[in-house]
Nanobody, 123 residues
């Protein structure tokens, strides 16, 4: 069982910054990709940023230039640095990991989600 634990959400004024962290724990072979998603009230969950093992990163158009995803593989942790925050960034942010686990001598691919972190940006 793999668990993702998030931290770093909070309340900030528009133009401010926050950094989210997400750490994986449990038994797994490797983390293949990380992602950050968000869900605002009354809206569907949407992708914000992603990072793969080959170093590729991607961002939603409305956060490009403001948000940065990074990872510390030694700590099994991913970060989301959010700068120049806007009220429309207010949402619950979830981290996501695509993981390889070993079981009965075989490798399996699975996915895990964090518990969510509330980010509120006031105008």
């Amino acid at each position: 069982q793999v668990q993702l634990v998030e931290s770093g959400g909070g309340l900030v004024q528009a133009g401010g910054s926050l950094r989210l962290s997400c750490t994986a724990s449990g038994r797994f072979f490797s983390i293949n990709a990380w992602g950050w998603y968000r869900q605002a009230p009354g809206k569907q969950r949407e992708s914000v940023a992603g990072s793969t093992n080959d170093g590729t990163t991607n961002y939603a158009d409305d956060v490009k230039g403001r948000f940065t995803i990074s990872r510390d593989n030694a700590k099994n942790t991913v970060y989301l640095q959010m700068n120049s925050l806007k009220p429309e960034d207010t949402a619950v942010y979830y981290c996501n990991a695509h993981i390889t686990v070993a079981s009965s001598g075989l490798l399996h691919y699975t996915e895990s989600w964090g518990q969510g972190a509330q980010v509120t940006v006031s105008s």
